[in-house]
């Protein structure tokens, strides 16, 4: 592992010195290795404005290294900006196509030693304009969508943030290599997302079914309603607010579990390491419940079970606990708690192997 971290140490260094000289010499300010090896660019700009444009009723936009981002506008336009890079585009059979060559697709690493803006390919078009499929990827740069209704809208990232931003679909996919979301006022029949590095936030989200996966980050979710939930998170936080869940089952491996909201159904949590939290606005005798701890206490209804590691009510009603942790305390407290929403018909099924899963009080950051 050592000699391949000095390999790229050195191959970037003598990239930056071949790009220096080539700075020195005039000849180029833009230095990228890709698949080849290192490369020193000509630093040619390519800009494209087109801002009357007919209709499209589909998005496609696969692009290297550049921002892409949706602007409102009473007409439909593109604005293409890149540093070498030669944009590629075209508005067939109602459907627009943007990328560019595809060398520029095959670049790992750029550096810039001039500045010369940031490469960006921004779509115009009306707010809430109609269109039947939005695909958008780029391999290192910011997304900022939204303001739109699609029958399927699909956004990949490798390396930067995403926004998303009032839009309704059927089908919503989500995948980030490395870098921040946020969905803000999404309405959507399946959300399918993955986050590998960065923190997720959602507000305002409703959805029938919801696929999460985090790898490493924090995920946050205030005011949102969902169907089915199956959220994965191996290290990092999820924390929420303003819900209800009619299923609920949660696995963490090494974290804390925290909700405070209205849960009805069926909720199974366990944890192999860390404590679990429950504020619920429903009372006591609304739910039976099954509490299971091996090594921890648990604390019911305010009673501390000094002398027992399970607490049984017996029964099983419409609304069921079962609450089971390896190595942590568990707490449950009843009718003290008032979601922000409206109770909601939700089922929520979320899984950490590594990270905290408090679901209380949201401060969004």
């Not at 949660?250 to 804390?256: C, E, F, R």
């Not at 005798?285 to 002398?307: A, K, L, P």
Request: proline fraction near 1%; include cysteine; glycine fraction near 10%.
């Amino acid at each position: 592992m050592k000699t391949i971290w000095k390999i790229i140490i050195i191959v970037i260094m003598v990239g930056m010195i071949l790009s220096v000289v080539g700075f020195v010499t005039g000849a180029s300010r833009t230095l990228y290795i890709d698949r080849t090896g290192v490369k020193v660019s000509d630093g040619s700009i390519s800009h494209i404005t087109e801002m009357n444009l007919e209709q499209f009723r589909s998005v496609s936009v696969d692009v290297g290294f550049s921002d892409i981002e949706f602007v409102i506008s009473d007409n439909f336009g593109i604005d293409l900006y890149g540093n070498d890079m030669e944009w590629l585009w075209s508005l067939e059979d109602g459907t627009l196509n943007i990328t560019h060559n595809r060398s520029a697709l095959l670049h790992i690493i750029k550096l810039d030693f001039i500045a010369t803006g940031r490469n960006h390919a921004k779509i115009f078009l009306p707010a809430n304009t109609e269109l039947e499929t939005v695909i958008v990827r780029t391999n290192s740069g910011d997304i900022k969508i939204g303001s739109f209704r699609a029958d399927k809208a699909d956004v990949t990232s490798s390396f930067g943030n995403v926004e998303l931003n009032n839009i309704t679909s059927n089908h919503l996919q989500v995948d980030l290599s490395s870098g921040r979301f946020t969905g803000i006022n999404l309405t959507t029949g399946k959300l399918d997302f993955t986050g590998r590095f960065g923190n997720g936030y959602f507000q305002s989200v409703t959805a029938d079914s919801l696929s999460a996966y985090s790898n490493s980050g924090d995920l946050h979710f205030t005011d949102c309603s969902f169907g089915e939930i199956d959220v994965t998170n191996s290290f990092g936080n999820i924390i929420t607010n303003g819900f209800a869940s009619s299923k609920t089952n949660i696995l963490a491996s090494s974290g804390d579990v925290r909700i405070a909201g209205d849960l009805s159904g069926e909720t199974v949590i366990h944890a192999n390491f860390g404590d679990t939290k429950l504020e619920l606005s429903r009372e006591k005798e609304e739910y039976s419940y099954y509490v299971s701890v091996r090594f921890g206490n648990i604390i019911f209804d305010g009673e501390r079970q000094r002398e027992q590691s399970t607490i049984n009510s017996r029964t099983i009603l419409e609304n069921h606990l079962e609450i089971t942790s390896s190595s942590g305390d568990v707490e449950v407290s009843f009718g003290n708690y008032t979601p922000s929403l409206l109770r909601l018909n939700c089922s929520i099924s979320v899984k950490l192997f590594f990270g905290t899963c408090p679901f209380r009080g949201m401060i969004f950051w």
